[in-house]
């Protein structure tokens, strides 16, 4: 599997066996009570596939049957990271001391070919857990931060990393490529595979300018200047021809900016697959739509800011019909965006995490998750 910018990443070097396995729930998880449901951490991902939810935060991974909210597997066997604290030697100078041993904790989290890959952060690795039986993870060595998406056909998962390029990595064998992002881009917001698995669509949090990436062709020039492209940029890569075909500025298109502080936080593609949702952190928009045919930014969505900010900071987003729902950070709920008439409904608590499986919303909540019925 060779092509234009791609060179093998040395990933097995540090694959190794967990120290311990991941183990059935030690909190009883007595299922839904109503439309909530306590399972004793706070999620901070949430996946949904074939009748279960997969979430994540913390120093868990839980899995649940979808239907009933019942436990089925845990995994809490992370490694562990040495913190340094600072010290003062007798003559007052400062010295660095080694600290307490603490677990990692996980990234993203996403289900391919039967396993699930989780980030395990603070030790730069890539946890492989097969579903069948939860057993010992595999690390693959890769950078500390970044997110996942699954190829819809489940052979491969795709680690965008914080860094500078992402990864294509054979849900089977775990062999993984290396893919540069465009010229000068680095640290990423979202990433999500087109339906057809043709398209990987990458939400870059920096390097528009150098990218060479496009402004949208309706912002005035006063705020589409060069000076305000520094920012955020998305870029559509195909994956059969191994080279990206678009790369668009993605940053504040209401107000000039020195420097666009713009961050994407997701990637969320609509029902008939026409349309692709990107939200903002630290934006005075709320979301941009983004036109899939055309390769061009439409008119964005615009939420009400946060109080006392000039933004609204949206975290994630999941699209049923015609409304748009959005978890917004530093505001703990979630909102409907009425994408036809542009009415904006507030829905009750929330954190930041949200998914939808058929006819069902899962929102994170402070110690689980709240199931909306669509």
């Not at 049923?320 to 978890?327: E, F, K, M, R, S």
Request: charged share 20%; hydrophobic share 40%.
């Amino acid at each position: 599997m060779k092509g234009p910018g791609m060179r093998w990443a040395a990933v097995f070097l540090g694959m190794m066996a967990a120290f311990s396995a991941g183990c059935q729930g030690r909190e009883e998880v007595v299922g839904w009570s109503g439309d909530e449901l306590a399972v004793g951490i706070r999620p901070e991902h949430i996946v949904c596939q074939n009748g279960r939810l997969y979430i994540a935060g913390g120093t868990h991974i839980l899995a649940l049957d979808e239907e009933t909210g019942k436990l089925l597997r845990r995994f809490d066997g992370f490694s562990k990271y040495e913190a340094w604290r600072e010290e003062r030697d007798p003559e007052g100078n400062v010295v660095c001391a080694r600290g307490e041993l603490h677990p990692c904790h996980v990234g993203a989290i996403a289900v391919a070919g039967n396993r699930l890959f989780a980030t395990e952060l603070f030790a730069g690795n890539l946890l492989v857990l097969d579903l069948d039986t939860w057993g010992p993870p595999m690390r693959l060595k890769m950078p500390d931060q970044g997110v996942l998406a699954a190829a819809p056909s489940g052979r491969e998962v795709y680690y965008a990393s914080n860094e500078e390029a992402f990864y294509r990595i054979d849900a089977r064998s775990l062999q993984a490529y290396r893919v540069p992002y465009p010229k000068g881009a680095r640290g990423i917001g979202g990433a999500l595979v087109s339906p057809d698995g043709r398209t990987l669509y990458l939400a870059i949090q920096r390097g528009a300018r150098d990218a060479g990436a496009k402004a949208p062709p309706s912002v005035p020039p006063s705020v589409a200047g060069p000076a305000n492209r520094s920012g955020p940029l998305l870029a559509e890569y195909d994956l059969t021809e191994r080279r990206y075909v678009a790369l668009r500025s993605i940053g504040d298109t209401r107000v000039q900016r020195v420097d666009d502080a713009s961050i994407p936080t997701s990637l969320c593609l609509s029902q008939d697959g026409k349309s692709l949702y990107i939200t903002l952190w630290q934006c005075g928009i709320g979301m941009h739509v983004y036109d899939v045919a055309d390769h061009c930014l439409r008119e964005p969505i615009v939420l009400p800011d946060a109080s006392g900010l000039n933004w609204p900071n949206c975290w994630s987003a999941a699209q049923a019909g015609n409304d748009l729902y959005v978890t917004l950070d530093h505001q703990t709920h979630l909102v409907r965006a009425d994408i036809v008439r542009g009415q904006i409904t507030e829905l009750g608590k929330s954190d930041k995490a949200v998914c939808r499986s058929g006819n069902n919303l899962y929102v994170s909540i402070s110690n689980g998750i709240r199931r909306i019925r669509l």
